[in-house]
C-alpha cells in the first residue's frame, strides 16, 4: 500500500511569486485535506476536498486555491507569496464514509519565502 | 473564540514511566478527537479516535480519556520508552467531515 507522497520536499521563492505544491493520495482514499504548519505549532486546516470540490475550508484568504484530480491526487495553489507564507504544508488523505476517521499525512513541502 | 491548548512546555520524564498529555478545549463542542505522533521533519501519524460518547479507548500502551464536561481530553503512554519521544498533536472534529482543529502540540522526551 503506498502512503502519501508530496512534491516538492523543499522550495524556496520570493515574495510575490506564485506556487504549486502537489500530492499523491493513499490508495482507495476519496478526500484530501491540506494544512499549513508554522515552526513549533500545529497543523492549521486550509482547505478540504472531496470528488473534485472543496468541501470545506480554514481561514485562508482566496490567494489559496487547490483542485482534486480523478485519481484523487491534488495541488494546493499559492498565489502572490507573502513572507508569512513560510511554513510547512501538510497533505493528508482518508476515506470520508464516516466523519471523524484518521487521516494520513505525508511528510510536507518545506516552503520557503525570501 | 475556540481554543484549544496542550502543554505547552516540553514533558520530561523517566523510561518506563507512565506519561501523560492533556488536550483543553474551550468554545467549542467536538464529535471527535483524534491523537498524533510528529517526529521532526515529518508528517503527523494517527495514533487514536475517541467519541464523544466514549469515556476511554485503549490501545497497546495507549490511553485516551475524553471528558466532554470539563472540555478536556487526556493520553497516556504507559511504560514510556525513549522511542516514545515526539511532539504529540490533539486534533478535534466537529460540523462534519471538514472542521478540523489541531492543538499546538506537546514535546515529549523520555529520558533512558
Known amino acids: 500500500e503506498t502512503g502519501v507522497t508530496q512534491s516538492p520536499t523543499h522550495l524556496i521563492k520570493t515574495r510575490g511569486q506564485q506556487v504549486t505544491l502537489r500530492c499523491s493520495s493513499q490508495s482507495g482514499h476519496n478526500t484530501v485535506s491540506w494544512y499549513q504548519q508554522a515552526l513549533g505549532q500545529g497543523p492549521q486546516f486550509i482547505f478540504q476536498y472531496y470528488r473534485e470540490e472543496e468541501n470545506g475550508r480554514g481561514n485562508f484568504p482566496p490567494r489559496f486555491s487547490g483542485l482534486q484530480f480523478p485519481n484523487y491526487s491534488s495541488e494546493l495553489n499559492v498565489n502572490a507569496l507573502e513572507l508569512d507564507d513560510s511554513a510547512l504544508y501538510l497533505c493528508?488523505?482518508?476515506?470520508?464514509?464516516?466523519?471523524?476517521?484518521?487521516?494520513?499525512f505525508g511528510d510536507g513541502t518545506r516552503l520557503s519565502i525570501l | 473564540s475556540q481554543k484549544i491548548e496542550q502543554n505547552s512546555e516540553a514533558l520530561n520524564i523517566q523510561e518506563g514511566k507512565t506519561a501523560t498529555l492533556t488536550c483543553n478545549y474551550t468554545?467549542?463542542?467536538?464529535?471527535?478527537l483524534q491523537w498524533y505522533r510528529q517526529d521532526p521533519g515529518r508528517g503527523p501519524v494517527f495514533l487514536l479516535l475517541i467519541r464523544e460518547n466514549e469515556k476511554e479507548k485503549r490501545k497497546e500502551r495507549l490511553k485516551v480519556t475524553f471528558d466532554t464536561t470539563l472540555k478536556q481530553s487526556l493520553f497516556h503512554i504507559t511504560a514510556s520508552q525513549p522511542a516514545d519521544s515526539a511532539t504529540y498533536l490533539c486534533?478535534?472534529?466537529?460540523?462534519?467531515?471538514?472542521?478540523?482543529?489541531f492543538g499546538t502540540g506537546t514535546k515529549l522526551q523520555v529520558i533512558p
Open positions: 493528508a488523505s482518508s476515506i470520508q464514509d464516516r466523519p471523524g476517521q484518521p487521516q494520513h
Open positions: 468554545n467549542y463542542s467536538p464529535a471527535y
Open positions: 486534533a478535534l472534529f466537529s460540523g462534519g467531515y471538514q472542521k478540523v482543529t
